[in-house]
């Protein structure tokens, strides 16, 4: 698959996926990845943990896992990176099926990973960072908390706070959740994707940071504000607050023309 299909396929359920969703749901294959797989995770200072599903329509109900998504979509992480193999798609669609199938057994799972990795702060006096929408956008601190009636945010820290916890970060195209977490110490970037400015400067108005997609030298400002080397690491977007963090285009984002990357 070098694609991200739009509508419902069995292409998602072939024998990998089932048999991957299998082993997810036996407990012997984790929800969540090291960053050390990823390209700019791998650079953060502190170490880092990320849920990787299937975005736009990626699963086998056609449900969209990115409800703002847009002109990103050709472009997606899904198909960037480590992404392009179809053995890293497959297990990231089984577990995109795990969630939408088994609702409470995933966000079970999910939280017993989560735990582990807030024991493991606590007793080696650290902060893990934790991003729960590697490619999605999904509120999984509110989910969890209906479903399970447990708040993820107690396992929360900040990079100020004395401390030691998991440090919760993500991008996001929902204006409303910026401004729902606001204030907590959920920290979310807003992403820029040429069709949402006048909510990209909202954001900017809310202290959230901006990430931009720039086709080649990031400017020294955007939209007025400073922008910073987003691809430095990926605790760029913790490390600052209101600014705008500058990521140059990779893979098939180089050729975008839909005003996702800017010139």
Known sequence: ???????????????????????????KIKLLSKGVTNSKTA??????????????????KGINLCPKADTCIKDCLFIQGRGRFSSVQNLRIA???????YRVEFLTQL?????????????????????????SDLDFLAIVKNRLNF?????????????????????????????????????????FQGTNLDESLTALEL????????????????????????DKSDLQTINHKGRALGLKAKGSAKKDKSGFVVD
Do not use: W
């Open 1 to 27: 698959m070098q694609t991200i299909p739009q509508t419902p396929n069995s292409v998602y359920l072939n024998d990998q996926v089932r048999s991957n969703l299998s082993q997810l749901r036996k407990g």
């Open 43 to 60: 650079k953060n200072e502190l170490e880092t943990h990320i849920l990787y599903l299937s975005p736009y329509k990626g699963n086998s």
């Open 111 to 135: 939280v017993k990973e989560l735990t582990k990795i807030y024991t493991k702060a606590q007793n080696t006096k650290t902060k893990i960072c934790v991003r729960l929408n590697g490619t």
């Open 207 to 230: 202290g959230a940071n901006l990430a931009v997609v720039f086709r080649k030298k990031l400017p020294l400002e955007f939209l007025n504000t400073m922008v910073v080397d987003g």
């Open 151 to 191: 708040d993820l945010l107690d396992y929360s820290t900040t990079l100020e706070s004395s401390n030691y916890g998991i440090i919760f970060y993500d991008y996001t195209k929902i204006l409303g959740k910026v401004e729902k977490y606001q204030g907590t110490n959920y920290s979310l970037t807003y992403s």
């Open 95 to 101: 577990k995109t099926e795990f969630y939408l199938g």
